[in-house]
């Protein structure tokens, strides 16, 4: 395929249709593959693959024939980038068709055609192919029949009866008579060929490869004007952000008279430039393309000699490429895999792990439903508008009033800061898209001071006159298929909409604002879960499941009904969001500006005729929208209310679950039924509706209860023995063995997904491989694992023996080896361990993230439940001082910001400065800058078993040193030593004080207090006193010192952190997440090393080699050295005795002396092995 004459290959490039009988596609594909690769051809058609499924294509989406008793003759590659559907064509094993209708500038029906050799031409099923399909078509494959009329010898049946057809048809030949099937030195014949319509012929031509790629047919080509291969795009055009933050301060200060909107696009435009795309070229091998250079001068020898040892050369070429390819690809995907570090980014391994799990569709279904339908995509995109709006004319609600509420807290008005406007754009993603105005949130980020203030500027305009510009209103609609769905269905597509970037950076201000404010005044209900910080979706299914297990234990009968709403969030009134936010004292600016956001908001869709009108939607909440998910939850907060108190709610988004207790059937469906009905009509009094036939009722008891049915809107909910609630599935026995099956098909997939990144001896490290086992394998398995701690046996056997096939995946053991001792060389724990570990984190959450969480009494509250009894079995080992979760009394906009200095004047890398120098700099920045205030010289120290805090003030001869209550990090240390300091000043008369600190991470958290961290509550209690200091008349600085440099003060508070480790003078500070963490993993340790004591659990080759569990692979070696080390630990090396004991050998005998042929015998004892040994 190399050193082609210069025509054909352009000739080749210009095809639109590659055609080929490959005789077994398997054995070829890798070579196919390159081929496909380097040419893109929109339409491929191979006859007779020889599978029994599709194989994968990058760029293409694959069809088969359909067959009754043999495989698939026809498979069919397009391009993905092409806008097609699939005709659906009925099974057979003779006359085996692939119908797809292509459209690109042309619409063309393409029909891939296998007819057998022993086959009559079935003219009727053919015809019945064309007449349901829209023309031009073309016909192209191996029809398996001989006519004259195409460069046969000889005409059969077949061939008249399909020259017939065609002229029936007025389908007309492209094929020029060349041969296209050789056998040996005296038969060829032309069997591929390719039929257009009338409409085609003056635009298609026909031409045949110069070789076989190995096959005994010949490839052929068709060139169709319109439906020609797009050109390969060779340039990007990139935004230079540098060029584009100072363009943004010249022409914000030089033209002010312009909006910052109209700036910031004017300067994308004029910073943005091209860029060449670097060729993506598959390595060139000598030794391939000399293979191939030889097959071809050998298939060219026999088309003009006909000689047999020419084509049977050719034939032996034919298997030496594809053993070099095969090698090639193995190669090239090894060191791929070997190029995977796990200290390294690995956004290239998500991107393959995606491409690897998912079913590659059709860039764009949309335009497939359009042709579909014979229509233009302007008018399918209409009537999926015109779907979403749900009415025809603009309503009255919402008109602009000047009514509005007064707020209960007149902090909630004040105008945004410039620290709001730096926290919302920190927590912006870098890859959003940008909506209709393509100011990207990426933009937004690169704004400097001055266009911030500008844009800052913009906001509190808006947020004074309680309106907004019409461009952040406006958003377009991007329609996304559903997974699974069928893409010629309009309901099969989800809108995706994308809004003014502009507009959502706002919104997530407001919603700063508005949590605090919920959160701060209890407005949430205890069994509102979604979408607020500090909770999780598991606490709705444990707050469920221990309900259910301590009432049975009671000897009470249990039911939870579990309610869908139809479109919650695109059917709730805007009326009842304002009245939700009225009731919970939201007026002010902030009822005006949410009101101006939910009126008039208009979408559209952009397609290849241009864009769709605009389209108004008056009732839901935005989608996509950042405010969207905590203005649904406001209508739902009066719910809890109207439910009677013998129910309990869970509320997780739209999921909602009632459940509840009673002695009889007959009460237990009374409760339910009353419960049900009053949900309803709280619903429907705000737009929504309840799917009766969606909803599911289950009884946690085996008594028959067909007869105590719940009637949601005149229909009868039936009982199901199980539910999915929120990713985990309840049956009504709480034995989890459906949740343990789906779980471990899930597993199952992820081990199979694993064995792509590594082998024995090549692939990713076993570091590496244990760190997405970590990610992808307990990522998934440690979410539902709260719920499971009543698993029985063979659950928990079930998963454990899923957990050690992954890790002896990860590590290159062979299946036999040792369960335990796999999961104990991998440094992991049983799944008992991690159930055990799992629920008390999640308790550890409810007491120390989240103040006066419902379920933090729950071991008090429900002793007979599981979960709570792991709990209590823990309760000594769990942290208990520490500081109660507690929110901000003071809002977080309205705290001063601190005064923070993380730099020194000629210090720009530690690191490459010596002590002297270091010292020298800080001491003249204390001289020059800090000369007339009191210094505080703070410092943290961390060692394996404690955590301690000093503060020096060198002026008043005060040392003050303390100990955390529990281990921390040092950023946790040190953030501990400011508090103590800023409470130490808070005794003090005012004066000017400067806080030194050696950790730039500490002080970098409190320049950003609006961002969240893992020490969350300790920055926002040294902001809070900070706040409190300013205002009594202190001034307060802090400032970075480089650490053991020399600096007097800082160096007495490193050694009095340091002394305080002996101390027993404790302080008491939060529970961050990442101390709660470290807490737990030293548990789990200690769990995992008293099982490996235990009779059952314990290898007794490894535990003879590591009965303390420090055994490590060494870093740093190749996989298969760090395999072999495994294997040998673990005694599942190959050899003759562990081949015997698997029953793979006869004897274990050694060849040379006869003893058993084990590990130990090869390493000391074989003679075979005595020169090596020396």
Request: with cysteine.
């Amino acid at each position: 395929m190399a050193h082609q004459p210069l025509s054909f290959r352009e000739e080749v490039r210009k095809a639109a249709i590659f055609q080929w009988n490959a005789r077994g596609l398997r054995s070829r594909i890798a070579d196919f593959r390159r081929f496909v690769y380097s040419h893109k051809f929109p339409i491929i058609v191979i006859c007779e693959p020889n599978l029994s499924n599709a194989i994968r294509l990058s760029g293409y989406e694959s069809f088969m024939s359909s067959a009754t008793a043999e495989n698939s003759k026809v498979l069919m590659f397009i391009r993905r980038d092409l806008t097609y559907i699939h005709q659906p064509v009925s099974p057979d094993d003779d006359n085996q068709y692939i119908c797809l209708t292509v459209k690109k500038r042309l619409t063309v029906t393409v029909v891939g055609a296998y007819l057998s050799p022993s086959s009559r031409f079935d003219h009727k099923r053919l015809q019945g192919i064309l007449s349901s399909s829209p023309h031009p078509c073309v016909i192209i494959g191996d029809f398996n029949a001989h006519h004259t009329l195409w460069g046969s010898s000889k005409t059969n049946a077949k061939g008249r009866n399909l020259v017939s057809f065609a002229s029936d048809n007025e389908l007309f030949l492209l094929n020029d008579g060349s041969p296209t099937f050789l056998r040996g030195s005296t038969y060829s014949s032309c069997l591929d060929l390719a039929f257009v319509s009338r409409g085609l012929v003056r635009r298609a031509g026909w031409f045949q490869d110069i070789e076989t790629h190995g096959s005994d047919h010949i490839p052929t080509y068709v060139k169709i004007e319109g439906l020609c291969p797009s050109k390969i795009r060779d340039s990007v055009q990139r935004v230079d952000w540098t060029k584009f933050q100072s363009r943004m301060e010249e022409q914000c200060q030089a033209n002010r008279s312009l909006g910052i909107e109209e700036i910031i696009k004017n300067t994308i435009h004029d910073t943005t430039c091209t860029l060449a795309c670097s060729s993506k070229l598959t390595e060139f091998d000598y030794e391939l393309e000399r293979l191939r250079a030889i097959r071809r001068r050998a298939e060219r020898r026999y088309r003009r000699t006909e000689a047999i040892e020419d084509l049977r050369i050719a034939r032996r070429l034919q298997k030496k490429i594809q053993r070099r390819i095969d090698k090639l690809e193995s190669q090239r995907w090894t060191a791929f895999c070997e190029s995977l570090d796990p200290r390294k980014p690995l956004s290239l391994l998500w991107r393959t792990v995606r491409g690897l799990r998912t079913k590659p569709i059709q860039w764009s279904p949309f335009k497939a439903l359009a042709l579909s339908q014979r229509r233009p995509e302007i008018d399918v995109a209409e009537d999926f508008c015109a779907r979403l709006s749900g009415q025809l004319t603009v309503p009255n609600s919402l008109l602009p009033s000047s009514s509005c509420p007064q707020p209960l807290d007149p902090r909630m008005d004040l105008p945004f800061s410039i620290h709001e406007l730096k926290a919302a754009l920190a927590l912006c993603g870098h890859a959003s898209a940008p909506g209709p105005d393509r100011i990207s949130y990426r933009a937004l980020r690169h704004l400097g001071e001055s266009a911030r203030t500008l844009l800052l500027e913009l906001y509190n305009n808006s947020w004074q006159d309680g309106t907004l510009p019409t461009s952040w209103k406006t958003s377009r609609l991007v329609p996304l298929l559903k997974p699974g769905k069928s893409p010629l269905d309009l309901s099969s597509y989800r809108p995706i909409a994308l809004a003014s970037c502009v507009g959502k950076v706002m919104e997530r201000m407001i919603l700063g604002r508005l949590e605090w404010y919920l959160e701060c005044n209890n407005t949430y209900p205890e069994a509102m879960a979604g979408f607020r910080r500090g909770r999780s979706s598991i606490d709705s299914v444990v707050d469920l499941v221990t309900y259910v297990q301590h009432e049975k234990g009671r000897k009470r009968l249990c039911a939870s009904l579990f309610l869908d709403v139809k479109g919650a969030y695109d059917n709730v009134t805007h009326e009842a969001i304002l009245t939700a936010l009225e009731e919970v004292g939201v007026g002010g600016r902030m009822y005006r500006w949410i009101r101006s956001y939910l009126s008039m908001r208009s979408f559209f869709v952009s397609t290849e005729d241009g864009q769709t009108s605009p389209h108004y939607s008056y009732r839901g909440v935005p989608q996509g929208g950042v405010l969207s998910p905590v203005l649904f939850n406001l209508t739902l907060i009066a719910l809890i209310e109207h439910l009677p108190s013998t129910v309990r709610l869970s509320m997780y988004a739209d999921d909602i679950c009632i459940w509840t207790s009673a002695v009889t059937r007959l009460q237990l469906r009374a409760r339910i039924q009353k419960a049900a009905a009053q949900a309803a009509r709280y619903l429907r009094n705000r737009g929504l509706e309840i799917s009766s036939e969606k909803c599911a009722l289950v009884a946690f008891t085996r008594k028959p209860m067909n007869n105590y049915g719940v009637i949601i809107n005149g229909q009868t909910v039936p009982y199901s023995r199980s539910h999915k609630f929120l990713g985990v599935i309840i049956d009504r026995d709480l034995s989890w063995s459906h949740h343990v099956s789906y779980i471990k098909k899930r597993l199952i997939g992820i081990c199979h997904l694993l064995k792509f990144f590594a082998g024995k001896t090549w692939g990713m490290s076993p570091s590496a491989m244990l760190q997405l086992y970590r990610v992808l394998f307990l990522g998934f398995l440690r979410y539902s694992l709260p719920a499971l701690t009543n698993a029985s046996k063979t659950s928990l056997r079930t998963l454990q023996s899923v957990q050690a096939q992954a890790l002896r995946i990860c590590l290159g053991l062979p299946a036999s080896a040792s369960t335990a001792a796999s999961i104990a060389i991998a440094g992991d724990h049983l799944v008992t361990t991690h159930i055990d570990v799992e629920a008390l984190r999640t308790h550890i959450r409810h007491l120390a993230r989240t103040p006066r969480h419902h379920l933090a009494s729950l071991p008090e509250d429900r002793p007979r439940a599981s979960f709570c009894q792991t709990v209590t079995a823990y309760r000594e080992s769990l942290p208990t001082c520490f500081t109660p979760a507690a929110r901000p009394s003071v809002p977080p906009w309205c705290l001063t910001q601190p005064n923070i200095s993380l730099a020194i004047p000629g210090i720009r890398k530690k690191a490459d400065m010596s002590s002297p120098a270091l010292k020298q700099l800080a001491l003249l920045m204390l001289y020059e800058k800090y000369q007339g205030c009191i210094h505080v010289y703070t410092d943290g120290s961390v060692l394996q078993n404690s955590s301690t805090a000093s503060v020096v003030i060198p002026i008043k001869a005060t040392t003050i040193k303390c100990k955390t209550c529990h281990l921390t990090t040092s950023t946790g240390a040190e953030l501990t030593a400011l508090r103590a300091a800023l409470q130490f000043i808070s005794d003090e008369r005012a004066q000017k004080w400067t806080i030194f600190s050696d950790s730039k991470a500490a002080l970098q958290s409190l320049l950003s207090p609006l961002r969240r961290g893992p020490h969350e509550q300790l920055v926002f209690e040294i902001a809070e006193e900070t706040h409190h200091l300013t205002e009594k008349g202190h001034e307060l600085a802090f400032q970075w010192l480089p650490s053991h440099c020399g600096i007097i003060g800082n160096e007495r508070a490193d050694r009095a952190a340091r002394s305080a480790h002996t101390e027993n003078n404790e302080i008491l500070i939060p529970l961050s997440r990442t101390d709660a963490a470290r807490k737990l993993r030293m548990l789990a340790r200690q769990r995992t090393t008293s099982q490996w004591n235990e009779p059952h659990f314990k290898h007794a080759r490894l535990y003879t080699l590591d009965p303390t569990l420090s055994l490590q692979i060494p870093p740093g070696l190749r996989r298969g050295d760090a395999t072999l080390l495994c294997r040998l630990w673990l005694d599942v090396a190959f050899t003759k005795a562990y081949a015997f004991r698997i029953g793979m050998a006869d004897t274990a005998a050694c060849y040379h002396c006869g003893s058993d042929d084990t590990i130990q015998h090869i390493l000391c004892e074989s003679p075979q092995y005595c020169s090596q040994r020396r």
